[in-house]
T-cell receptor
Framework: DAKTTQPNSMESNEEEPVHLPCNHSTISGTDYIHWYRQLPSQGPEYVIHGLTSNVNNRMASLAIAEDRKSSTLILHRATLRDAAVYYCILRDVPGGWGGSEKLVFGKGTKLTVNP | GAVVSQHPSRVICKSGTSVKIECRSLDFQATTMFWYRQFPKQSLMLMATSNEGSKATYEQGVEKDKFLINHASLTLSTLTVTSAHPEDSSFYIC???????????????FGSGTRLTVV
């Protein structure tokens, strides 16, 4: 079963920031927080990941709570092309090395971007 | 970055026939490939895990004789839906994890998906 909880849907206006929350209260010390998004009729694509510290990349920012029980994906300026289902997934990496752990998808958050 | 090429993107087949879906890792070696199925307006459901050179591992409730998985090389994994029926119509997606040993800080790569319609 998925170990994360996300709102079913969120709505934003174009050019405005979007904050997508994710709760993972049972996160363990070896869980990495991964975010993926799935555009309509496409396979998911990797967005960002983090372990303890906040992270930034060209697509988004990831803010991780100090207790790691929640995180927020931040799209700084939403565009119409950001309309997708966003999935927050925990990837357990025992020992820190990374194997071939399967990713379990929850229902995700469907983001609608209004022009 | 890593790319997984999935073909065909969509296929329509007659009930009772078999369909093969291919996933190739283009610029890296994928010793493991995950296969998912997604019904309309639902999330991805893991069907099975294929490992190069060994038998696939199927999730509970997935018929291994119906969904044949072959992972004969480090760059190719295939899913064959045998004796397809309309209820098998779905969106099938493959995914490769990052190379082992790199740590948890790398994303998984997904194919673009195959829309299967059985008529």
């Amino acid at each position: 079963d998925a170990k994360t909880t996300q709102p079913n849907s969120m709505e934003s206006n174009e050019e405005e920031p979007v904050h997508l929350p994710c709760n993972h209260s049972t996160i363990s010390g070896t869980d990495y927080i991964h975010w993926y998004r799935q555009l309509p009729s496409q396979g998911p694509e990797y967005v960002i990941h983090g372990l303890t510290s906040n992270v930034n990349n060209r697509m988004a920012s990831l803010a991780i709570a100090e207790d790691r029980k929640s995180s927020t994906l931040i799209l700084h300026r939403a565009t119409l092309r950001d309309a997708a289902v966003y999935y927050c997934i925990l990837r357990d990496v025992p020992g820190g090395w990374g194997g071939s752990e399967k990713l379990v998808f929850g229902k995700g958050t469907k983001l609608t971007v209004n022009p | 970055g890593a790319v997984v090429s999935q073909h065909p993107s969509r296929v329509i087949c007659k009930s009772g026939t078999s369909v093969k879906i291919e996933c190739r890792s283009l610029d890296f070696q994928a010793t493991t490939m995950f296969w998912y199925r997604q019904f309309p307006k639902q999330s991805l459901m893991l069907m099975a895990t294929s490992n190069e050179g060994s038998k696939a591992t199927y999730e509970q409730g997935v018929e291994k004789d119906k969904f044949l998985i072959n992972h004969a090389s480090l760059t190719l994994s295939t899913l064959t839906v045998t004796s397809a029926h309309p209820e098998d119509s779905s969106f099938y997606i493959c995914s490769a994890p990052p190379p082992t040993g790199l740590g948890g800080g790398y994303g998984y790569t997904f194919g673009s998906g195959t829309r299967l319609t059985v008529v």
